[in-house]
T-cell receptor, first 114, second 114 residues
Framework: AQSVAQPEDQVNVAEGNPLTVKCTYS??????LFWYVQYPNRGLQFLLK??????LVKGSYGFEAEFNKSQTSFHLKKPSALVSDSALYFC????????????FGAGTRLTVKP | ETGVTQSPTHLIKTRGQQVTLRCSSQ?????VSWYQQALGQGPQFIFQ???????GRGNFPPRFSGLQFPNYSSELNVNALELDDSALYLC?????????????FGNGTRLTVT
């Protein structure tokens, strides 16, 4: 089955430090991978996507993600974290069997401390 | 540009009752998907509508049904509510039912079944 996994429930970083939120995927063929962020009592907001091409994808709010085919990973990164980045982050994959669903990981709660 | 709006924001129902949740898609979007997000979990795909037809369905029973209207607004109906139906229900629209189209989410309807 095509899916993503987020191995960390919680990530804590200090403001100004780099952050990484991890995601691994299990898909057949070329994956379509996404990152979304969810703030309290809000829906999910699209951050970035990987379809093909350059392995380093740049997205909104200074976030980027690195696609690594050999490690089947798609980690979300930011060079310098802000307190306002504190939120719930979801990795997602759209399977190729084309049921039109997008499959989400369980989420990682990022806390950035001042 | 008008984003995705959902109503109501909160709802409390009793087990066995029926509920209808509503969604207005982002302008220019013709595809709508519904997701269920239980507490502490990632969103789970319920179904998608494209051109007023169901265009893919996740692992949800038939008592979960939907409609899409000519103006691309949508409804999610749940019959015979169960306690486990308590969740945040998210509507998401996209321009086309393509593999790499990002989803634009509403803020959700929080349903509590007692």
């Amino acid at each position: 089955a095509q899916s993503v996994a987020q191995p960390e429930d919680q990530v804590n970083v200090a403001e100004g430090n780099p952050l990484t939120v991890k995601c691994t995927y299990s898909v057949s063929g070329n994956p379509y991978l996404f990152w979304y962020v969810q703030y309290p009592n809000r829906g999910l907001q699209f951050l970035l996507k990987y379809i093909t091409g350059d392995n380093l994808v740049k997205g909104s709010y200074g976030f980027e993600a690195e696609f690594n085919k050999s490690q089947t990973s798609f980690h979300l990164k930011k060079p310098s974290a802000l307190v306002s980045d504190s939120a719930l982050y979801f990795c997602a994959v759209r399977p190729l069997e084309y049921n039109n669903d997008m499959r989400f990981g369980a989420g990682t709660r990022l806390t950035v401390k001042p | 540009e008008t984003g995705v709006t959902q109503s109501p924001t909160h709802l409390i129902k009793t087990r066995g009752q029926q509920v209808t949740l509503r969604c207005s898609s982002q302008s220019g979007h013709n595809t709508v998907s519904w997701y269920q997000q239980a507490l502490g979990q990632g969103p789970q795909f319920i179904f998608q509508y494209y051109r007023e037809e169901e265009n893919g369905r996740g692992n949800f029973p038939p008592r979960f049904s939907g409609l899409q209207f000519p103006n691309y607004s949508s409804e999610l109906n749940v019959n015979a509510l169960e306690l486990d139906d308590s969740a945040l229900y998210l509507c998401a629209s996209s321009f086309h039912t393509g593999d790499n189209s990002p989803l634009h989410f509403g803020n959700g309807t929080r349903l509590t079944v007692t």
